[in-house]
């Protein structure tokens, strides 16, 4: 794939990440962090990767990463980020303890497989016209993350009762 369709991919994540988030929010939340006066159109410009003339400054990105971590919706884009230089990441669940319990296994298992079956209804949608678009695309790639993380939960769970030997009840 060449750098072109990958930074139009980062872009394209950075732009659905935000709308989902909101633009109108994070633009408030990026405005009170970084104490300049930029007008709301002019932000929703850059954040827009059909609008070439505006382009976010270092800054503006990095509190705009900041912003869409309180939903974790900054690791889509740095997803996209690291495939720009040949890169990806390892998703780990951080130092969390699990309270192992029968019922909280099964929730788990019962997240990984609802996730699994939103990448299905994404792809299914996606090809119901035979072609997948740009947003298409964004939107499985999205539900596909959402199933990995998922998936890794329930391993570390399950890691984690085997590793200190829990019965699970």
């Not at 990958?6 to 109108?24: D, M, V």
């Not at 159109?41 to 382009?55: D, E, L, M, V, Y």
């Not at 499985?140 to 890691?159: H, N, V």
Request: aromatic content about 6%; hydrophobic content about 40%; glycine content about 4%.
């Amino acid at each position: 794939m060449d750098k072109d369709s990958l930074l139009t991919g980062f872009s394209r994540s950075l732009h659905l990440q935000s709308k989902e988030f909101g633009i109108e929010k994070l633009f408030n939340e990026v405005k009170v962090m970084s104490g300049k006066n930029i007008s709301p159109r002019t932000f929703s410009n850059k954040i827009n990767p059909a609008q070439a003339g505006h382009q976010l400054t270092l800054q503006e990105f990095m509190l705009t990463m900041k912003v869409l971590q309180q939903e974790e919706r900054h690791v889509f884009i740095l997803d996209e980020m690291l495939k720009l230089f040949g890169l990806q990441c390892e998703r780990i669940e951080t130092g969390e303890l699990h309270e192992i319990t029968y019922r909280n296994v099964l929730n788990a298992w019962m997240d990984w497989d609802k996730e699994r079956g939103d990448v299905q209804q994404e792809i299914r949608a996606a090809l119901s016209d035979g072609k997948v678009s740009a947003n298409e695309l964004e939107e499985i790639k999205k539900e596909m993350s959402q199933d990995i993380d998922a998936m890794i939960k329930l391993r570390d769970m399950l890691e984690f009762a085997c590793e200190n030997r829990i019965n699970i009840k």
